[in-house]
């Protein structure tokens, strides 16, 4: 079953073709990691998935994304209920510099709950989802801006549970961090892949292969090749996906 | 050497302002002390009746003080909603062009000189004042409460804009990905990560109106009445203006006092502001 699917689309800066003829899908509870050199629009792809890309100026889509089989660009659609449904983790940790507890609870705040016993619920089990909560339990009161980068990176991932998303979208989320913190992120997203769908934008091919279930390769705004992740790392069927996983350029 | 030599007139300079500053501040303590000693501290700021040149003269300073106060609440009251709400929709909502406009609009309106204020307020708003409430006259609390309104606004707008415009983007987008709303995102992310800008931005709006004499001269009567809204106000700032050219005696040593006085509520608006900077600084 395919969570979220894109269907022939294209993406424009201006005049600029960023995307051409995207046509992929996510099957549910996977992980599918997309990667690709610099620039070759992977992770503006990831950003058409929940409409992050509306924010910039001069952006036009064309084609379907469907999620649930409903169209996210149609006219009727509330981008703030399919950005609840589909939430995202960015390259550098972006806590709000508050709490670690109103970090969590912004979310559900937002979206209409008030009651503290069902908050602070909230705020343990996404805590907990995201392995942090023995790290922070006994400072839920303290700025989230005192953790460690690895541990605001976890916390933004906590942040994106509380608002029980099915889909999350994480954008180079380990880029910015040291390699134990890394690994400690990784282990999280293969036990996150239970309960949640999720699509990682990476540099690192190693991290895909680690990580992911099925592996799609960009290239200058072109999808080039998806399948899954140990076949298309160990016999890819194009060329171009070979020169790249080889380290021929990119 | 040449270093050395440069290094030494820089600090000369330096210091010369620095010198400035102690001098007037010596200067007001020397003349103003006296005048408050012998009319008694409490008779001074808590005298109700200003009259310094009958021949019972008393000097109660009470009336310029709640003056001073009220007006810089009232002008705050009406100044700062329309102030922040400016800076929010012009750092997050406005097309980038009209924010440019309104920006330089409002460089342009901060460099007018306060007589300006003070007149188009005499000609045009004092009437108006007059007429609408039906007043004897129009000089009044009010009307001075509205100039300094409009005159603490480039100030609020400016200083806000600059705190709003520093938010990182980072902060706003992870709350759109969370399903808020802009608006949602502006009020409780934006607004609270410039928050220690915002505030300086109201305490410099609060020591503008504290200290602004000229305008207010012109609008406020000058009567030295316990404020009332629209009654004739006179405030520390004019008491001290309008009565130096003609004083003599204890009168003039009552008007350094008074002097002291404003210099005093200056000083703590200093005060307030720097521990707000350095909160800045350690966010």
């Given amino acids: 079953m395919n969570i979220i699917e894109s269907k022939n689309l294209d993406l424009f800066y201006s005049s600029h073709q960023a995307l051409k003829n995207i046509n992929l899908s996510f099957p549910e509870n996977s992980v599918s990691a997309l990667i690709g050199p610099s620039g070759c629009g992977k992770s503006t792809f990831l950003k058409t998935l929940n409409r992050m890309n509306d924010l910039i100026d001069g952006v036009k889509v064309t084609g379907q994304i469907l999620y649930n089989g409903k169209d996210i660009y149609a006219s009727d659609v509330d981008v703030n209920e399919l950005r609840k449904d589909v939430g995202m983790v960015f390259q550098k940790p972006n806590p709000f510099m508050m709490s670690i507890y109103d970090n969590i609870a912004y979310g559900p705040r937002t979206h209409g709950i008030k009651n503290k016993a069902v908050l602070d619920e909230l705020v343990e089990s996404s805590l907990k989802g995201a392995a942090l909560w023995d790290e922070v339990k006994d400072r839920l009161k303290k700025s989230a801006l005192g953790l460690s980068g690895g541990q605001q990176q976890r916390l933004c991932i906590a942040r994106a549970l509380a608002v029980k998303p099915k889909v999350l979208l994480m954008d180079e989320p380990t880029s910015a961090l040291d390699p134990i913190s890394t690994s400690k992120i990784e282990e999280l997203v293969v036990t996150l892949k239970d309960k949640y769908t999720i699509v990682i934008v990476t540099h690192n091919m190693q991290q895909a292969l680690r990580i992911s279930d099925l592996t799609a390769f960009f290239l200058l705004g072109n999808l080039i090749e998806v399948g899954k992740t140990e076949e298309l790392f160990s016999s890819p069927k194009e060329k171009k996906t070979e020169d790249y996983i080889t380290g021929r350029f990119g | ?283």
Wanted: net charge positive; glycine share 8%; aromatic share 10%.
């Fill in chain 2, 1 to 283: 050497m040449k270093e050395r030599a440069i290094g030494i007139i820089f600090t000369l300079l330096g210091l010369v302002s620095v010198l400035f500053v102690l001098l007037i501040t010596v200067y007001l303590i020397v003349s103003g002390v006296p005048a408050i000693g012998e009319i008694g501290f409490i008779n001074f700021m808590f005298g109700k009746v200003w009259r310094s040149t009958g021949s019972d003269p008393q000097f109660g300073i009470l009336p310029f003080i709640l003056t001073t106060i009220w007006g810089t609440i009232g002008s705050l009251i009406i100044g700062l909603p329309i102030g922040f709400f400016s800076a929010v929709y012009l750092a997050k909502m406005a097309p980038k062009r009209i924010r440019d406009i309104f920006v330089v609009i409002i460089g342009v309106i901060s460099g007018v000189p306060s007589v300006v204020y003070g007149l188009v307020g005499m000609l045009v708003l004092v009437p108006f004042v007059r007429t609408v409430f039906n007043l004897p006259d129009g000089a009044s609390l009010f009307a001075s409460i509205i100039v300094l309104a409009v005159m603490i606004l480039p100030t609020v707008i400016k200083v806000s804009l600059t705190s709003l415009e520093a938010v990182p983007k980072d902060y706003e987008e992870a709350s759109l990905a969370l399903g808020a709303t802009k608006i949602e995102t502006y009020f409780r992310v934006s607004v609270p990560a410039a928050r220690s800008g915002i505030l300086t931005s109201v305490v410099l709006g609060i020591g503008r109106a504290i200290g602004e004499a000229m305008a207010v001269m012109m609008v406020a009567g000058n009567v030295a009445n316990m404020p009332s809204i629209f009654k004739s106000v006179r405030y520390l700032t004019t008491a001290v203006a309008i009565e130096m050219s003609y004083s003599s005696g204890l009168q003039r040593q009552a008007l350094f006092s008074i002097a002291l006085v404003l210099f005093c509520f200056i000083m703590i608006i200093n005060g307030i502001l720097m521990v707000l900077r350095r909160e800045n600084k350690d966010a």
